[in-house]
């Protein structure tokens, strides 16, 4: 049996994340305070620091939950039904779908990097996006629909594309016209490497 006490600290986590990610997208990590955060989960700041230890803590967090959504969508894509071409090219447009969402944009995008360091941020990209875009290369290949390619080398070069996509996406001030221009040119890129026999 789990514990009402239990219960009632996972309870109050997920409302300071949920707080959080509100308030990071909306303000960016500099503009919010550990109180606006606590006032909006409706909790005590002590509280606060009962969960986290401080201001990056949360923020790594609510970098979490917004990155463990977008990571759980790709997933579920990529391990679902059709081949791996039709697979690449839906995990693709989610990603593309992900990188309009404001809270992906501010948080995963632009704050990431400098709030957690670039070597944090690429570690924890490296966990979710990275080894998605590896599996799906080498189901590619193995479905003889692109040549055989050195999977690590050709990984990073994907992931680095798909980074510089999403900054750009994030940065432009027509995120939507920029991401259908960009899914375009990729899926453009992907049909010239494709296998046609």
């Known amino acids: 049996m789990r514990s ?3 219960d009632y600290s996972e309870s109050t986590r997920s409302a300071l994340v949920n707080s959080a990610v509100e308030r990071f997208t909306k303000r ?4 919010t305070s550990l109180d606006e ?5 409706r909790v005590t700041k002590g509280a606060l620091y009962h969960h986290f230890s401080g201001k990056q803590a949360l923020f790594e967090a609510a970098f979490e939950k917004v990155e463990s959504r977008v990571f759980g969508r790709l997933e579920e894509i990529m391990g679902g039904s059709g081949t791996p071409w039709e697979r690449a090219l839906a995990g693709l447009r989610e990603f593309i779908s992900s990188c309009l969402d404001p809270a992906y944009q501010r948080i995963a995008i632009h ?14 990209e490296d966990r979710a996006s990275f080894g998605l875009i590896r599996s799906s290369l080498e189901d590619l290949i193995e479905a003889g629909e692109v040549d055989e390619v050195p999977v690590e080398i050709t990984a990073r070069l994907l992931f680095g594309a ?7 996406i994030a940065s432009s001030p027509d995120p939507k016209k920029v991401g259908a221009q960009i899914e375009a040119v ?6 010239r490497v494709r296998r046609t026999a």
Do not use: D
């Not at 955060?37 to 989960?41: I, L, M, P, S, Y």
């Not at 709030?115 to 941020?121: N, P, Y």
């Not at 798909?162 to 750009?168: K, M, P």
């Open 162 to 168: 798909l980074h510089s996509a999403a900054t750009e």
């Open 28 to 31: 960016g990590y500099a503009g």
């Open 186 to 191: 990729i899926v453009q890129l992907l049909h």
């Open 111 to 124: 704050e990431a990097p400098v709030v957690m360091g670039w070597e944090r941020w690429r570690e924890a």
């Open 4 to 6: 009402r006490r239990l």
């Open 37 to 41: 955060v606590a006032k909006r989960a």
